[in-house]
């Protein structure tokens, strides 16, 4: 096995980072007065700072450690996971969801739903939030734990309390504004960690050019298109011509529109620091800083990808090879260490390794603040525990973060046992979210929409999902947890086919069950939906704000530069 | 709220920058560790001046 040694330089890059990461949680343990302060930073956070904190949140290990490995999978096609399922969707809740999450004075998503719908789909929707934050931040932990026991043969118990241990300490201390604060930081340690490495690699294989020329080769030799590894749409006619094996459709539809809107415009999250900004145009603006950076980190996590899979394919004389799994496939999860470890000397190599440890906190981090809110506002205050005072729901608040932290360590232990289940749980939550875009979008644009019909929709959209995927199966899978459980009547060119098709069955059963139900239910009271649906509440007011700090011609331009950047790299 | 994050962002970053830079120059010369750590050090700088000309201002 590969293994990474440290010296004293990189122990100490790490130890000024961690040392920073536990100050600021402690320094504003004094300002959490206030439930308020706690769950929501009293409303009081800059733009700028909700804004990376937003993109840091989502910025979680499996998203760098994830993106690199699909960087050497699928080559520069990878980028539609930002520049088609990211960015217009942030533009979107930006500009015209933000109003009513924002103006509602929601404390958290499953609470909109409360306002605009009722009890029962706010219930649903918590509960199977806090079960997945919980869940999610187990298995980041486990998948963190394991790279660095792996890589720098520290102890996996130890990997998993201590880092555990840090973020619960700036959680308990200093709340969301510790989190977000943390963020900030996190988010410039994992640029300055990894855009060095894309500069120095990107330059050894001779520039875009050279890497196009090598990965020319690559395509070849697996039986694609030429261009599949370099080229992002090209190629997409046919899901047998390029390496992700989807079609342009379901591509555009699954991952652009049903599964990025239903993630970033509903995922409390990344919503939760948007809520968090000191003023309405500020929050409007946060989706829309996060998008600037969040186009641009391709370059640093698909790039590396990309480029180490070009090296292993002239490993005699690039002297870089990725390492094998025992199946005989390449351990691509191991594209950025490998990379770490190839171009930087100690030093850098510390920043490399602190910039990885950040990105899995942040990450963490992001899941936590949102189980502490939900489990406290939605869950513990409307059902177990309404009216105390304040002080005692910000002790609430405390404790749900002890015990959000310490299920995730619980749950990642289950994942070292019992892979399957976490398998399995990933699969029951992505049923559940597959349709939530359809509750939202009909919420806020549709008065005539009702708490009957959302529900409906809902509960139909998530059992629309499960059933598409027991009734289909990627090619070369066998029938159990990958689908085709009940029969196989359709199989799909690949496992990313799948989920893109079970979200688009499921995101339009939802949208239609919430129409026909609605329809046949009772039409809410107007009065009761002001500042909560688009046509009864007045536009927010944008005098005497200048034109960079109106969200239309900022998400304009951001659109534009997306635009660009997919034609240059068709 | 209460604190100014450019400021423990700016240090970190200076001080990161600065171990990075020391430690290329003692090793060597102009590696990656010396023109990084530079880099970090110019912009923990910055943050370190944008917050207090942020102070003034108030």
């Known amino acids: ?570 | 709220m209460g604190l100014d994050i450019r400021m423990p962002l700016g240090l970190m970053l200076a001080l990161i920058g600065a171990q990075l830079a020391v430690y290329g120059l003692l090793t060597g010369g102009a590696d990656v560790n010396l023109w990084w750590g530079t880099t970090l050090l110019a912009c923990g700088a910055a943050f370190l001046w944008w917050s207090r000309a942020g102070k003034r201002k108030r």
């Open chain 1, 1 to 570: 096995m590969f293994r990474i040694q440290l010296a004293f330089i990189d122990y100490l890059i790490l130890a000024t980072y961690l040392l920073f990461v536990l100050g600021i949680g402690l320094a504003l343990k004094r300002y959490m007065k206030t439930s308020t302060d706690f769950f929501l930073s009293g409303r009081s956070i800059p733009a700028w700072v909700a804004g990376l904190a937003f993109l840091s949140a989502n910025l979680g290990a499996q998203e760098v450690i994830g993106m690199a490995a699909s960087g050497a999978k699928y080559g520069i096609a990878t980028s539609h996971f930002y520049w088609v399922g990211a960015i217009p969707a942030m533009v979107f809740v930006g500009v015209f969801m933000m109003p009513f999450y924002y103006g509602s004075r929601a404390r958290s998503v499953p609470e909109y739903l409360k306002l605009r719908f009722d009890e029962k789909t706010r219930g649903f929707n918590a509960l199977s939030f806090a079960a997945m934050t919980v869940f999610s931040s187990g298995i980041s932990l486990y998948a963190m734990g394991l790279l660095m026991s792996a890589l720098l043969g520290w102890d996996f118990n130890a990997c998993v309390i201590v880092s555990a241990l840090i973020v619960l300490v700036y959680i308990y201390a200093g709340g969301l504004t510790s989190a977000i604060y943390n963020e900030v930081l996190q988010f410039f340690l994992i640029v300055a960690g990894l855009l060095p490495l894309s500069l120095i690699s990107l330059r050894d294989v001779g520039g875009w050019s050279g890497l196009q020329a090598r990965l020319l080769g690559v395509a070849e030799s697996r039986g694609l298109a030429p261009g599949a590894y370099t080229e992002s749409w090209r190629h997409l006619g046919d899901a047998a011509q390029n390496p992700m094996g989807v079609e342009w459709f379901g591509m555009a539809m699954g991952l652009g529109f049903v599964l990025s809107f239903g993630y970033w415009c509903t995922d409390f999250l990344v919503v939760q620091r948007a809520m968090a900004a000191n003023s309405m145009s500020a929050a409007r603006r946060t989706p829309l800083i996060a998008a600037v950076p969040k186009m641009l980190f391709p370059f640093l996590v698909i790039l590396p990808g990309m480029i180490a899979i070009a090296l292993t394919e002239s490993a005699a004389e690039t002297g870089f090879q990725l390492p094998g799994k025992p199946d005989g496939s390449l351990n691509f999860d191991l594209v950025i260490p490998m990379m770490l470890s190839h171009y930087f000397p100690h030093g850098m190599l510390g920043l490399g390794l602190t910039a990885l440890l950040a990105s899995f906190m942040s990450g963490m981090a992001g899941n936590v603040t949102a189980f502490n809110t939900v489990w406290t506002y939605d869950i513990y205050q409307s059902y177990i525990r309404p009216n105390a005072s304040d002080r005692h729901y910000l002790q609430v608040g405390r404790m749900a973060t002890l015990f959000g932290i310490g299920a995730s360590v619980a749950a990642a232990y289950v994942a070292t046992r019992f892979n399957n289940i976490m398998d399995l749980l990933q699969l029951v939550f992505a049923f559940v979210n597959a349709p939530l875009f359809a509750t939202f979008l009909l919420g806020m644009f549709w008065k005539r929409a009702t708490g009957h019909g959302a529900f409906a929709g809902l509960v139909a959209g998530t059992l629309a999902a499960t059933i598409h995927h027991g009734l289909s199966l990627p090619a070369g899978a066998i029938p159990g947890v990958k689908g085709g459980w009940l029969a196989v009547l359709t199989s799909y060119p690949s496992e990313m086919a799948q989920n893109f098709w079970t979200a688009i069955y499921a995101w339009t059963v939802c949208f239609a069950v919430t129409i026909a139900v609605s329809l046949l239910t009772k039409a809410p009271g107007e009065q009761t939906l002001q500042g909560l649906v688009y046509s009864l509440t007045p536009r927010p007011r944008e005098e005497g704000l200048r034109w960079y700090q109106r969200p239309g011609p900022l998400g304009a331009i951001i659109l534009g530069c997306a635009l660009v950047l997919n034609v240059f790299f068709w």
